[in-house]
T-cell receptor, first 116, second 113 residues
């Protein structure tokens, strides 16, 4: 079990550029979540997948954000035309959905995005 | 709209004493609650959880108490150790709904040796 892997760990970009992050969940986990965390705040839900289906998107996920999980394994989160307000830690988490009360999310170490 | 609130941004406790971290929630549909611990530059790690059908769950040094009528839960750490120094997040969800986990803003615990 290698845990949830996120790449890159850090990303510095200029405003207006596009960025893409990747998340590799724990292999047998069928649910994958994206969260965003800014300084002094808790993780804020962005979206989640059950296998390859995107089941819910937060209102925080503007049109500039898109997430995919094409084969139900890894996922990508793309931000187009980045803005300084997008600077945050982007966290990916996964879990095996086999019971409504098996709610333990396993988080990756996150991708820290800085938009200059 | 902060549905899960942790009103104490920080807490300092002497090693060996009890740490009590508090959390309040507003959404009455929440029926499952979790605590996560986070070290700098790492993702949150699961600590302990409790279902709304219980009022207490214990795991070693960690105990979570749930008061549904007050919409309040607390995490007790006894005895506190320096390695417990981290940010603790309370989280909640509606297990019958989309099961989106909603996090509080966190409490930074410092255990002083």
């Amino acid at each position: 079990d290698t845990g949830v892997s996120q790449n890159p760990r850090h990303k510095i970009t200029k405003r207006g550029q596009n960025v893409t992050f990747r998340c590799d969940p724990i292999s047998e986990h069928n649910r994958l979540y994206w969260y965003r965390q800014t300084l002094g705040q808790g993780p804020e839900f962005l979206t989640y997948f059950q296998n390859e289906a995107q089941l819910e998107k937060s209102r925080l996920l503007s049109d500039r954000f898109s997430a995919e999980r094409p084969k139900g394994s890894f996922s990508t989160l793309e931000i187009q035309r980045t803005e300084q307000g997008d600077s945050a830690m982007y966290l990916c988490a996964s879990r095996l959905w086999d019971s409504p009360t098996n709610e333990k999310l396993f988080f990756g170490s996150g991708t820290q995005l800085s938009v200059l | 709209d902060q549905q899960v609130k942790q009103n104490s941004p920080s807490l300092s406790v002497q090693e060996g004493r009890i740490s009590i971290l508090n959390c309040d929630y507003t959404n009455s549909m929440f029926d499952y609650f979790l605590w996560y611990k986070k070290y700098p530059a790492e993702g949150p790690t699961f600590l302990i959880s409790i279902s709304s059908i219980k009022d207490k769950n214990e795991d070693g040094r960690f105990t979570v108490f749930l008061n549904k009528s007050a919409k309040h839960l607390s995490l007790h750490i006894v005895p506190s150790q320096p390695g417990d120094s981290a940010v603790y997040f309370c989280a909640a969800l509606n297990s019958g709904g989309y099961q989106k986990v909603t996090f509080g803003t966190g409490t930074k615990l410092q255990v002083i040796p």
